[in-house]
Each structure stands twice: as structure tokens, then as C-alpha cells.
Antibody, heavy 120, light 111 residues
Framework: QVQLVESGGGLVRPGGSLRLSCAAS????????MSWIRQVPGEGLEWVSY????????KYTASVKGRFIVSRDNAKNSLYLQMNSLRVEDTAVYYC?????????????WGRGTLVTVSS | QSMLTQPPSVSGAPGQRVTISCTGS?????????VHWYQQLPGTAPKLLIY???NRPSGVPDRFSASKSGTSASLAITGLQTEDEAVYYC???????????FGGGTQLTVL
């Protein structure tokens, strides 16, 4: 079944770190750009980061640049988001999404999301 | 703060037609980037509804249509059904951000 499954969310103190994972199934993962998109519960969607198909180019939204690192392992069909120096405002459901448009942002496949809560 | 502006809510009776607007700027919609629309049902992940301004993925009913003009886009839903109650988001690439921007979302209520 073609799907994305996120994991790694949880409760973390401000200033702490967390690593999210996204496992891809039943499609050619290495052919696609991938993105992380987050959503504060009850609020809208915010694009966080993308990585190209080879893993050689990344881009971040300004609020996470220098704190988050996106990476991928095409041999393991997996996408990652290393989140450092976490802030209360990073609290959100984090979705991984497949990008049909090579960074143009046509997100045709989404995972169910993993909740990250940053609180003392 | 969203860089694409949508109305917070729209409503309509079953069978009626509603439209949702999405207003951008010269660094996103106005720059010629495609607009995409997503439907988010309660408690679920967003689902791609319209891509490339007006194209429907397989399985999306033709009751859903969209268009783009200048710095704006719109989504139209005809023959409203109760299962259409959801939050709808527009999205486009933004050259100043270097990534995607989403609208704030529009809650559709089917009365």
C-alpha cells in the first residue's frame, strides 16, 4: 500500500531535541522530493522544509533554519527531521508529504502525522 | 502569518454552490506559480483536491473545480454534500520564502 508513516513525536522540554522519521512504502521513494509540513492543533498548515530526491539540497522556513535538519536515506525509504533547540512554538503535528512538483509543492501523499509537544 | 489569504469560513445548503477565494501576491500566485487545493476532514491529514490550478486527481468528484487569475485563485464546489464539510487550504510556491505557502484555511459548513 502506497503510504507514509511518521514516528518519533512526543513531549520534550524547551531547548531539547527530537528526531522524527517518515517511512515510505510501495513507491519509488528516491524519485521524489519530500517535505515536512506542520500544523498547530486547531490551526493552519505551515511548510517547514523540503529535501531533493538525492538528499543533496535542502530548504527551510525561516523560523526553523539553523535548528532543524532534514535528511533522507533512500536505501531505507526513509525521511528524517532532526529538531534541535526546540521552542514552545514548535508544538504541532508534523506531517511528511511527497512532492510531485520537485519543490514546487504539489503534495499528493501525506502521512497521518506525529505530534510534537514542547513544554516545561 | 499566512501569505495566502482565504476567508475563515463559508457555508451553504446541500445541493448549493460555494466558492472559496485565495489571494496571494507577486512572489507566489502572481509570479505564475501553480495553486493547489487541499481538503482536510476532521481528525485526518490533508488530501490533495486540486493540483496545477485546475486539475483533479483521480477519485476527486467533478463537483470540485478551481481556477486562477492574476494574484488570486478560487475553488468552487457544486452540489454540496454533507461529507464536504471540511477545512480547505490553498497552497503555492513562494519565491521569497523559497518554499511553499499555505492559506489560513477555510472552514466549509454544510447547513
Amino acid at each position: 500500500q502506497v503510504q507514509l508513516v511518521e514516528s518519533g513525536g512526543g513531549l520534550v522540554r524547551p531547548g531539547g531535541s527530537l528526531r522524527l522519521s517518515c517511512a515510505a512504502s510501495d513507491f519509488s521513494f528516491s524519485d521524489f522530493y519530500m517535505s515536512w509540513i506542520r500544523q498547530v492543533p486547531g490551526e493552519g498548515l505551515e511548510w517547514v522544509s523540503y529535501i531533493n530526491s538525492l538528499g543533496s539540497y535542502t530548504k527551510y522556513t525561516a523560523s526553523v533554519k539553523g535548528r532543524f535538519i532534514v535528511s533522507r536515506d533512500n536505501a531505507k525509504n526513509s525521511l528524517y527531521l532532526q529538531m534541535n533547540s526546540l521552542r514552545v512554538e514548535d508544538t504541532a503535528v508534523y506531517y511528511c508529504a511527497r512532492d510531485l512538483g520537485a519543490a514546487a509543492g504539489t503534495f499528493d501523499l501525506w502521512g497521518r502525522g506525529t505530534l510534537v509537544t514542547v513544554s516545561s | 502569518q499566512s501569505m495566502l489569504t482565504q476567508p475563515p469560513s463559508v457555508s451553504g445548503a446541500p445541493g448549493q454552490r460555494v466558492t472559496i477565494s485565495c489571494t496571494g501576491s507577486g512572489s507566489n500566485i502572481g509570479a505564475g506559480y501553480d495553486v493547489h487545493w487541499y481538503q482536510q476532514l476532521p481528525g485526518t491529514a490533508p488530501k490533495l483536491l486540486i493540483y496545477g490550478n485546475k486539475n483533479r486527481p483521480s477519485g476527486v468528484p467533478d463537483r470540485f473545480s478551481a481556477s486562477k487569475s492574476g494574484t488570486s485563485a478560487s475553488l468552487a464546489i457544486t452540489g454540496l454534500q454533507t461529507e464536504d464539510e471540511a477545512v480547505y487550504y490553498c497552497q503555492a510556491h513562494d519565491s521569497s520564502l523559497g518554499g511553499s505557502v499555505f492559506g489560513g484555511g477555510t472552514q466549509l459548513t454544510v447547513l
